[in-house]
């Protein structure tokens, strides 16, 4: 398996720490494949890359606190009310 890192979805990864616990399959595919030290280096090196590729991907979204182009800012002034 050259690739290991295309056979995971990115949700997958999302929940891998990069610590090689007994409970993450992608952990215990790299330390299967290339030994528990070696195997780690490169489940870190593959991390890394693949939460770089989940920001680039998420980066082309809406963008954060803009107005609505012609849209009115809410609130304005208030009418006076009549004392009586």
């Known amino acids: 398996m ?3 890192k295309e056979k995971f979805s990115r949700k997958q990864w999302k929940h891998c ?3 090689g616990c007994k409970n993450c399959e992608i952990a215990q595919t790299y330390t299967a494949e290339h030994g528990r ?4 280096e490169k489940l ?3 991390r ?3 939460t770089k590729r989940k ?3 998420a980066a082309g979204g809406k ?3 803009g107005k609505k182009a012609g849209g009115k800012k809410a609130g304005g002034k208030k ?3 009549v004392k009586k």
């Open 2 to 4: 050259a690739d290991l």
């Open 17 to 19: 720490c990069g610590k």
């Open 37 to 40: 030290k070696k195997g780690l």
């Open 44 to 46: 870190n090196d593959d």
């Open 48 to 50: 890394a890359e693949m």
């Open 55 to 57: 920001k680039k991907a």
């Open 63 to 65: 963008k954060a606190g």
């Open 79 to 81: 009418k006076a009310t």
